[in-house]
């Protein structure tokens, strides 16, 4: 088949092309020997971790080994169990042995079974505060006698209601070979059990709240000085807004008078008014006559619930009126500071959308929600300042950015001691390593704007616990 | 049948003598690559351009080849197809100003067609063509590889692309020639 017309329409580069090329190949640096096959690599990669998962399984189930030979039969009558499958009976006995201790920061002390017969030498601990009953079951042997299990340790952690469904979302049932008895309180309620001396010392009990210590009522007059405070993440949200115009420069006081449901009547600030705020000038004459429109989101959600916390709750302490309302009504005030308007002002529109940037993108004078935590929703969206701070991790560390609060876990040091200082490690480290990352949607969600600490102030927070700082009661940290 | 008018494929030959000759791989390939981007977008503005990509991208990457996966110039075309693919994904519709009178009229293109160079035809003709075959004539024709290596690049078998090109000649060829190719064609 005569296909001629199609060859002779090659020709050859220019010369000159050629040239530039070669000498532009050329300049660029030698190759590296070639790659060699990764078989034996990943074989010996294999070896290693399978190794270093055998030792780890070894160390956690029983402890330090006193041979070689427990050091090898022990995981492998731990798997020989689990895949020989669990009759009804052996269940229950099953969930009392200790699982393996995860790793953290300081290796933990290995863990010493406890005979049926001394219960004392482990106090017995119970999720709810004045009640000793013991929850664990006494030590016993398997058929074969060769593993101990010790007894099954309990900790109760008394969670700030508005925190429950982070910490019920990414803490494990049990943590360590110890089981986490979560509770909900309200957040002036809190620190009642932990504060209050009629409260036996004895019950290991965690509260983690979004409070200080130092500030509450009860703390204050109870002064009890064995309360160690640890600092162990942060809850953050900025705003976003299109590139286009640029950030918009607001203020904590003006977030508030955009977005909460009721606002202080400009004539008389002892009464609240729905909000009349329609666009941004009408806040402050500085700002653009746009239209207030910030897309966040649904309102009810554990997201929306945060939103309105977050970034209402600094503008509203600006007002001499609300802060006279917290000292009146509570109540009150706490549904003024965190109630976010229902009208178009604020449109829910849940940031975990994929559209969501492109609806800022069309509509470039709103605002949107991005959290702290998370990665930046586009490179065609800026981060918006509150009262001239730029949110990033610095800001929130030092409580300079307005959006954000830190976390806090307190428990007292004799709780500390008689739980185990690496088991008490090992809760701690669960709560701050907690990522909506390794989660499902669904449930990611309850994790949206918690913030990690940074490996030095981790660090801090393990070195406070460890050393058992105490909370110095009658003058602020 | 086909004539297997194809350049002999001397960096296979380069492959088998263990270190590679990249000097010779260049002065074979480079010819090869940039008349493979010439028939694939049927003018002459960018392809140095991309021919020059091609090359500094294979030769960065040098280190990652595997000569027991695939011949040299099979992973060089590929990183073409790949240039190519890019530039004509992103690009395609801001065409640069001297590549204006290249592009093809689309209502009148049998009047228009006498009045260009050859490549402009042959542009216009493929234009009309799926994306697949245009890929088949710019690696049999531009890039002078074999049916086997176009196999391997299409992910089309040996005997599919022997055809493809087959009827893909016959049409190109009537069109090129007039009414009148089944004379010529003997």
């Not at chain 1, 169990?81 to 933990?108: C, M």
């Not at chain 1, 209601?161 to 309200?186: H, S």
């Not at chain 1, 640029?246 to 600030?269: I, T």
């Amino acid at each position: 088949m005569n296909d001629d017309f199609l060859h002779r329409l090659r020709k050859s580069p220019p010369p000159g092309f050629l040239n530039e090329l070669k000498a532009r190949l050329d300049r660029q640096p030698r190759l590296s020997h070639p790659r060699r096959s990764g078989f034996g690599r990943g074989l010996i990669v294999g070896f290693l971790v399978a190794g270093v998962a055998f030792a780890v399984t070894s160390v956690s189930l029983t402890g330090l080994p006193t041979s070689a030979a427990q050091f090898f039969s022990a995981p492998v009558q731990f798997f020989g169990r689990i895949t020989a499958g669990y009759g009804s009976a052996d269940r229950e006995a099953n969930h009392t042995q200790i699982k393996a201790v995860p790793l953290s920061p300081w290796f933990p002390t290995p863990v010493t079974a406890q005979p049926a017969s001394a219960p004392e030498s482990a106090p017995a601990f119970d999720g709810s505060p004045g009640a000793n009953s013991a929850t664990g079951t006494g030590a016993s042997s398997t058929s074969s006698g060769a593993i101990v299990q010790p007894t099954l340790l309990a900790a109760s952690v008394a969670v700030q209601d508005e925190l429950f469904p982070m910490l019920q979302t990414a803490l494990p049932e049990r943590v360590g070979g110890v089981r986490i008895n979560l509770i909900t309180k309200p957040a002036k309620d809190v620190f009642t059990s932990l504060c209050k001396s009629s409260y036996p010392d004895r019950d290991p009990y965690l509260v983690v709240t979004t409070r200080r210590v130092a500030a509450d009522p009860i703390c204050q007059r109870e002064q009890r000085t064995s309360i160690v405070e640890l600092n162990v993440g942060y809850q953050a949200i900025s705003l976003v807004r299109s590139k286009l115009y640029g950030p918009l420069s607001l203020s904590s006081r003006d977030l508030f008078l955009a977005l909460a449901q009721k606002v202080p009547n400009p004539e008389h600030p002892d009464v609240l008014i729905d909000n009349p705020y329609t666009t941004w000038n009408q806040l402050d004459p500085a700002l653009p006559y746009d239209a207030i429109q910030i897309y966040g989101p649904m309102r009810d959600s554990p997201e929306g619930r945060l939103t309105a916390r977050l970034l209402l709750d600094a503008g509203c302490n600006t007002f001499a009126a609300l802060s006279a309302l917290r000292e009146r009504d509570g109540a009150a005030f706490e549904t003024a500071c965190s109630t976010l308007r229902t009208d178009r002002a604020y449109q829910e529109f849940s940031p975990g959308r994929n559209d969501y940037t492109d609806m800022l993108a069309v509509t470039p004078t709103a605002l949107g929600i991005a959290w702290l935590g998370a990665r930046m929703p586009s490179a065609g969206l800026i981060l918006n300042p509150i009262d001239g701070i730029a949110p990033d991790y610095p800001a929130v560390a030092t409580h300079t950015y307005p959006a954000s609060r830190a976390l806090y876990v307190s428990l007292s040091t004799y709780n500390i001691n008689s739980l185990g200082d690496y088991r008490v490690n090992n809760i701690v480290w669960s709560i701050m390593s907690m990522s909506p990352w390794t989660l499902p949607l669904q449930e990611a969600r309850n994790l949206w704007g918690f913030v990690q600490l940074n490996d030095t102030e981790r660090a801090a927070t393990l070195a406070d616990l460890k050393n058992q700082k105490t909370v110095p009661f009658g003058q602020r940290r | 049948m086909i004539v297997q008018n194809t350049v002999p494929d001397r960096s296979m030959d380069a492959l088998s003598t263990g270190e590679l000759d990249w000097d010779a791989l260049y002065a074979d390939l480079a010819p090869r690559v940039f008349n493979y981007f010439r028939y694939r977008l049927g003018r002459e503005s960018d392809v140095e351009d991309l021919t020059a990509r091609t090359f500094e991208k294979a030769w960065r990457a040098r280190a990652n080849y595997r000569r027991d996966l695939a011949g040299f110039s099979t992973w060089l075309f590929k990183i073409a197809q790949n240039v190519g693919n890019d530039y004509v994904n992103t690009w395609h519709k801001h065409l640069p100003l001297d590549a204006a009178t290249e592009v093809a009229i689309d209502d009148t293109p049998a009047l228009h067609a006498e009045h260009r160079s050859d490549l402009a035809r042959l542009a216009a003709l493929i234009a009309t063509l799926p994306a697949r075959e245009r890929e088949l004539i710019a690696l049999k024709y531009g890039a002078s590889v074999n049916n086997r290596l176009i196999a391997e690049l299409t992910g089309l078998s040996e005997s599919n692309v022997g055809t493809l090109l087959h009827r893909l000649v016959k049409t190109l060829r009537a069109q090129w020639y007039g009414p009148d190719v089944s004379v010529r064609d003997e």
